[in-house]
């Protein structure tokens, strides 16, 4: 597994990380043995990203990942938490105070004195442009509580305010061939700044692994069920924000330009490895089966990246752009 720089922190993480909401919440049941088995099948392909949030299941995902870890300490793992969607999302709740709380429960969680990389959890704009934010921030890696952090965003001109902060260590973003939007200035940004870019939400919330029809559904329990308009959070998190039908129809699309053998997940992941600017790329995983292929795809056979290229921005061109590109 390539390994690539973690910023300027001096780690380097593998360019297929594990996005781990799916072991907490919102993506219907997953057992604990199921989720530690999915842990250990990602590490031992090569995985060394771990991304969580203190709120995946109210903290569970982060409690799984410290257990794992206390049982395979050599792992090499690096974990990224996020944290401050514990409080309604006003400017007032972003404080020290709370910063401090947040990120001792997650070391508790974690079962470590200090979090390798805390990003806030797609805080409001006017947290991200706030210079008491990052003075907060600097605070906790002066006390050791955090090594680095960084920021997760919902859209490109949040991604271009946490990067020239001097001391993110990364953005996080989605980034998929129904997103591209980061692709004209966000990367580039990221690129010549020095930090790094975690792709998350890589295949549209499964839909681009072309396993879906108009007749799938999902437990009530899933996002995926309960939030396509944007009804409990924003609305890109779900399937990128695309409408259900027309993201079938592009998906079929994309799968039809690819050569046998090759599989959309699989070409889509590392489409998007490829991309300058990216450091990792997070997808989640339900089974082992999954964390298995998701982290193969750092290398897949018989593709032709260029010509996927070209694909992914004809058929965003023609079925997404218009309503996607203008919100995120």
């Avoid at 569970?60 to 870890?69: A, C």
């Avoid at 690096?78 to 910063?99: D, I, L, S």
């Avoid at 947290?127 to 680095?148: F, N, P, Q, R, S």
């Avoid at 690129?191 to 072309?210: E, H, N, Q, T």
Wanted: aromatic share 6%; proline share 4%.
């Amino acid at each position: 597994m390539q390994q690539r720089p973690l910023g300027r922190t001096g780690r380097d993480v593998s360019v297929i990380g594990l996005g781990t909401w799916q072991l907490g919440a919102d993506w219907g049941d997953v057992s604990e043995e199921d989720a530690l088995a999915v842990l250990a099948a990602s590490a031992d392909a090569g995985v060394t990203l771990f991304d969580t949030a203190d709120v995946y299941g109210d903290g569970r995902s982060e409690t799984l990942i410290g257990r794992f870890l206390a049982d395979r300490p050599d792992a090499g793992i690096t974990v990224a938490t996020k944290m401050g969607r514990r409080q309604e999302q006003v400017k007032e709740n972003y404080t020290p105070e709370n910063f401090r709380a947040w990120t001792e429960r997650s070391r508790r969680n974690l079962r470590t004195d200090t979090l390798d990389l805390v990003q806030l959890h797609c805080p409001p704009t006017d947290v991200i442009e706030d210079d008491a934010t990052y003075d907060a921030l600097d605070a906790l890696v002066a006390d050791g509580a955090i090594a680095a952090y960084g920021v997760s965003v919902e859209t490109s001109a949040q991604a271009l305010a946490a990067i020239a902060r001097p001391n993110v260590t990364n953005v996080q973003i989605i980034v998929n061939p129904f997103r591209l939007k980061p692709l004209d200035e966000v990367l580039p940004a990221a690129d010549a700044a020095g930090v790094a870019i975690f792709a998350r939400v890589p295949l549209a919330s499964g839909m681009l692994s072309g396993k879906y029809t108009a007749d799938t559904t999902f437990a009530a329990n899933d996002h995926r069920s309960y939030n396509r308009q944007g009804e409990a959070f924003d609305r890109g998190e779900t399937f990128s924000g695309v409408d259900y039908e027309v993201g079938l129809a592009a998906s079929r699309e994309l799968a039809a330009a690819l050569p046998d053998g090759v599989t959309l997940p699989a070409a889509t992941l590392a489409w998007i490895a490829s991309r300058t600017g990216i450091t990792t790329v997070i997808p989640g995983a339900r089974t082992v089966a999954q964390a298995t292929s998701n982290a193969a795809a750092a290398s897949v056979a018989g593709l032709d990246l260029d010509a996927f290229d070209a694909a992914v921005h004809e058929v965003y061109d023609r079925h997404l752009r218009k309503a996607i590109h203008p919100l995120w």
